[in-house]
């Protein structure tokens, strides 16, 4: 098994696995513990098929899938084509049967904006028959119903939130108000390990976990920053060691004006994103306000203007007298991302895998 660990091409791995049974069920842990067939389609149903087979599908350990809702044109437009998007919903409930050993999933069903999606479907359905105890991260973003108050009611009941630590989950009916009232859902409240939580949009469930589990590690996107921070608790937010908001000007404002007493125990604080006008001046008022954080490591930040005031040796070494402790700087450039890590008298820059807002929160950066 450790010379396989060694084998990086997966044609090689799968041809291994036609010498022996013993090969095979070697060969085949190493290629299949990450799934991720993107946002093609026809890939997408590929991989699905292929994974009816429980003896690959236990071999997975991070699976990533969207039901993209162009799918359905995989038929075409005739007349006598039909959508295949419930059916490409239900193909993946076989292959999540046989994921025992699943320790990260995400689901994304844009599958609202299929025109031809027939609506009186219930899509999701796996979610509740899942066997897999090892789960701990889970990200489910859907707009593919309405989402009243018993779809609501049976996600919350889901068994495989039990164990899970990182979660972030978005439905369609987040914006409009729920009859479940809050002592239901106090009471139903699963996620009792939850410490990591990218918060998608204002609705009573995420207030309640908010108020009701130990965050760590905090997300937020930029519908309305500054209400979310002022609707989580003072313990919460005096436990926070990360916060990260979504990359667009708001979030620049957002983080001048956070009353950074409230949160002592940052240790990474972002998105910042690089005004066009002076950004190192910018950056370096950004920084001095950030002073009462001593615990500060890291800071995420995207650059998308022509300036990348972050290849400035002067800027890093007045950042640097500023916060004695940061280490990390991670950098997004559209599709291309970049750590800079301080050495003893330097900094590095080295490039690295596409990472999300989401692989923060969760912890997939803490790594790198």
């Not at 983080?255 to 125990?265: G, K, T, W, Y």
């Not at 990474?268 to 950004?279: A, K, M």
């Not at 890093?316 to 990390?328: F, K």
């Amino acid at each position: 098994m450790h010379i396989l660990d060694h084998i990086e091409d997966k044609k090689t791995l799968m041809a291994l696995c036609h010498t022996s049974r013993m090969l095979r069920a070697l060969a085949l842990r190493v290629p299949f513990q990450v799934i991720n067939p993107g946002y093609n389609p026809s890939r997408t149903l590929r991989v699905l098929n292929s994974l009816r087979h429980h003896e690959l599908a236990a071999n997975i350990s991070e699976f990533y899938v969207s039901l993209a809702p162009d799918t359905c044109w995989l038929r075409g437009i005739g007349p006598n084509q039909t959508c295949c998007c419930n059916e490409l919903d239900h193909m993946l409930g076989e292959p999540l049967k046989g994921m025992v050993n699943l320790i990260n999933l995400s689901i994304q069903c844009p599958a609202r904006y299929c025109a031809r999606v027939d609506k009186n479907v219930e899509r999701h359905l796996y979610l509740t028959k899942l066997e897999t105890h090892k789960l701990r991260s889970f990200s489910f973003l859907c707009s593919c119903s309405e989402w009243e108050d018993h779809h609501l009611e049976r996600l919350i009941s889901v068994p495989i939130l039990a164990k899970v630590e990182a979660l972030q989950w978005s439905v369609l009916s987040g914006q409009h108000s729920t009859s479940l009232t809050k002592d239901y859902m106090i009471q139903n409240l699963p996620l009792p390990l939850l410490t990591a939580f990218l918060h998608h949009q204002r609705m009573p469930i995420n207030d309640i976990i908010l108020a009701n589990r130990p965050i760590r590690r905090l997300g937020i996107t930029p519908y309305d920053m500054a209400s979310v921070i002022r609707a989580i608790p003072s313990s919460t937010l005096n436990m926070l060691t990360h916060l990260v908001t979504t990359s667009d000007s708001r979030a620049y404002h957002f983080l001048q004006a956070l009353p950074l007493r409230l949160v002592p125990h940052l240790q990474h604080i972002g998105t910042i994103c690089i005004s066009p006008h002076n950004p190192t001046v910018n950056l370096i008022k950004l920084f001095t306000s950030f002073n009462f954080l001593s615990h500060l490591e890291s800071v995420n930040s995207v650059v998308s203007g022509e300036e990348d005031p972050w290849r400035s040796p002067e800027l890093l070494s007045q950042i640097a007298s500023l916060h004695p402790n940061l280490r990390r700087i991670l950098l997004k450039y559209n599709s291309r991302c970049f750590v800079l890590s301080r050495g003893v008298e330097t900094w590095t820059r080295r490039e690295v895998a596409e990472f999300t807002l989401w692989d923060i929160v969760r912890g997939a950066c803490d790594h790198l």
